[in-house]
């Protein structure tokens, strides 16, 4: 049969659509992965983390539930974290689906016992053929307040080195060049196996690997981070010099009640150390803004954490109140409208601090992947980009260039998000 597997919500879902992929490829199956596609079966990877991507999910499944209606479609499966956090209330509103799939019910929907999502090194890819995730560990053992992910995702559980190590090397084989490594925390890879932090002996392994141009760090945390990591990042010129840490909020009281451990003075300090460690290194993160009892003086106190810091990539969230997550208690008294407000403030100040960094970037030569070639432009991504949250290298289209190729582009100009350039003979 035909499957089309459609993927939603994070990086980790597209991860096990691949797997799952390889699982019904290995049975005899063709796997499509485009919305829509001409299919037997339609299996719908949801998204069950904040109420937007929730809503996302449930209109493609009764999306998929109309397309069944009109005979384009036999059959509806749908696994994934909507299914975890409301399986019981999905059975009773949507009962033409076919099946809902936890996520240790998977074997029963491949008709494999053995089958776990972190229990094999095999993938088709959905992604572009240069470029891809490797998902290290699954589940987190934080708490923090705000969070569902524990919920959903359940405790920290490592792929052991040897498996990645292979799964990375298969990806290489298949002509892919950059890797984004991905986890609910990196930082905390391995404690569950050995009972100490793993990261950085990992990263030499994966350093290895032949074919893998650039390896990027996303999801890190930052209590106990382990900076060792960054020796590794200095040694393997792999490792793109980027590292995404997301921080949430600076304010200690926000910080006591969102959980994170940690302090202000302590996140200053260990963005210090990295920025000494690894010079020239992109830090991107991530802030809530609008988080219960979040005042206007900690919010002033964000905007000038923001303005110190100066993360070279940045994005922001307006506080969601989750069900069964230890902030729900605290409701949600800050208007949507002050939300959006201090969403704004945040995002203007941030533009104002790209733009800075990719004026400095005009006149310089750097080292570009492209990903697509549009009516204009090639258009490509640094070691300091990642796909889809990073900025994008437009480049003039003098001459041919091969997608998931590297070009020398010299930078010519720049704007808040983008650089402009042309490739250097
Ligand atoms: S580290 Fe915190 S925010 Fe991230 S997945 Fe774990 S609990 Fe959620």
């Given at each position: 049969m035909t499957f089309n597997i459609i993927t939603l919500g994070c990086s980790k879902n597209v991860v096990d659509s691949e797997v799952i992929a390889a699982q019904l490829q290995k049975q005899g199956h063709q796997v499509v992965y485009?919305?829509?596609?001409?299919?037997d079966v339609v299996i719908i990877n949801t998204c069950g983390f904040i109420g937007d991507a929730r809503e996302e999910s449930i209109n493609e499944v009764l999306m998929q539930v109309d397309r069944k209606k009109r005979r384009q479609v036999k059959k509806i499966f749908v696994i994934g974290c909507l299914v975890k956090r409301f399986k019981p209330d999905l059975l009773e509103s949507v009962?033409?689906?076919d099946g809902y799939y936890n996520f240790d019910e998977l074997s029963e929907m491949l008709n494999?016992?053995?089958?776990?999502?972190?229990?094999?090194?095999?993938r088709i890819l959905s992604?572009?053929?240069h470029y891809t995730y490797l998902k290290i560990s699954e589940g987190c053992?934080?708490?923090?307040?705000?969070?569902s992910i524990p919920l959903i995702r359940g405790k920290q559980v490592s792929k052991p080195i040897p498996m990645l190590v292979e799964e990375m090397q298969k990806l290489a084989d298949q002509g892919v060049k950059e890797v984004m490594l991905i986890a609910?925390?990196?930082?905390?890879?391995g404690v569950d196996l050995t009972?100490?932090?793993e990261l950085a002996k990992l990263m030499e392994a994966l350093?290895?690997?032949?074919?893998?141009?650039w390896i990027r760090l996303h999801y890190?945390?930052?209590?106990?981070?382990?900076?060792?990591i960054l020796d590794v990042m200095n040694a393997h010129?792999?490792?793109?010099?980027y590292l995404d840490i997301p921080v949430?909020?600076?304010s200690d009281d926000i910080l006591k009640s969102m959980r994170r451990g940690g302090n202000s003075k302590y996140i200053h300090q260990l963005i210090e150390t990295i920025r000494e460690k690894v010079p020239g290194i992109a830090l991107r993160t991530t802030l809530i803004t609008g988080?219960?009892?979040?005042t206007l003086e900690q919010h002033k106190e964000l905007l000038a954490f923001i303005k110190k810091a100066r993360f070279e990539r940045l994005g922001a969230f307006t506080y969601s109140q989750e069900e069964?997550?230890?902030?729900?208690?605290?409701?949600?008294?800050?208007?949507k409208s002050v939300k959006t407000k201090r969403y704004n403030d945040i995002m203007k100040l941030q533009e104002e601090i790209s733009l800075a960094f990719n004026e400095e970037k005009v006149g310089t030569t750097m080292k570009v992947i492209v990903d697509v070639e549009e009516e204009d432009f090639y258009v490509g991504r640094t070691e300091f980009d990642s796909p889809d949250v990073d900025n994008l290298v437009f480049i003039s289209k003098d001459r041919p260039l091969t997608i998931g190729e590297f070009y020398s582009v010299a930078i010519t100009e720049a704007t808040p998000y983008d650089l402009f350039g042309i490739v250097k003979a």
């Amino acid at each position: 049969m035909t499957f089309n597997i459609i993927t939603l919500g994070c990086s980790k879902n597209v991860v096990d659509s691949e797997v799952i992929a390889a699982q019904l490829q290995k049975q005899g199956h063709q796997v499509v992965y485009e919305s829509g596609e001409k299919s037997d079966v339609v299996i719908i990877n949801t998204c069950g983390f904040i109420g937007d991507a929730r809503e996302e999910s449930i209109n493609e499944v009764l999306m998929q539930v109309d397309r069944k209606k009109r005979r384009q479609v036999k059959k509806i499966f749908v696994i994934g974290c909507l299914v975890k956090r409301f399986k019981p209330d999905l059975l009773e509103s949507v009962p033409e689906v076919d099946g809902y799939y936890n996520f240790d019910e998977l074997s029963e929907m491949l008709n494999n016992e053995e089958f776990q999502l972190l229990g094999t090194t095999d993938r088709i890819l959905s992604t572009p053929r240069h470029y891809t995730y490797l998902k290290i560990s699954e589940g987190c053992d934080h708490q923090c307040s705000y969070c569902s992910i524990p919920l959903i995702r359940g405790k920290q559980v490592s792929k052991p080195i040897p498996m990645l190590v292979e799964e990375m090397q298969k990806l290489a084989d298949q002509g892919v060049k950059e890797v984004m490594l991905i986890a609910q925390d990196l930082t905390y890879y391995g404690v569950d196996l050995t009972g100490k932090q793993e990261l950085a002996k990992l990263m030499e392994a994966l350093a290895g690997v032949k074919g893998i141009e650039w390896i990027r760090l996303h999801y890190t945390y930052p209590l106990n981070f382990p900076t060792e990591i960054l020796d590794v990042m200095n040694a393997h010129p792999q490792y793109c010099r980027y590292l995404d840490i997301p921080v949430q909020h600076i304010s200690d009281d926000i910080l006591k009640s969102m959980r994170r451990g940690g302090n202000s003075k302590y996140i200053h300090q260990l963005i210090e150390t990295i920025r000494e460690k690894v010079p020239g290194i992109a830090l991107r993160t991530t802030l809530i803004t609008g988080y219960p009892g979040e005042t206007l003086e900690q919010h002033k106190e964000l905007l000038a954490f923001i303005k110190k810091a100066r993360f070279e990539r940045l994005g922001a969230f307006t506080y969601s109140q989750e069900e069964h997550t230890p902030a729900y208690d605290l409701g949600d008294p800050i208007k949507k409208s002050v939300k959006t407000k201090r969403y704004n403030d945040i995002m203007k100040l941030q533009e104002e601090i790209s733009l800075a960094f990719n004026e400095e970037k005009v006149g310089t030569t750097m080292k570009v992947i492209v990903d697509v070639e549009e009516e204009d432009f090639y258009v490509g991504r640094t070691e300091f980009d990642s796909p889809d949250v990073d900025n994008l290298v437009f480049i003039s289209k003098d001459r041919p260039l091969t997608i998931g190729e590297f070009y020398s582009v010299a930078i010519t100009e720049a704007t808040p998000y983008d650089l402009f350039g042309i490739v250097k003979a």
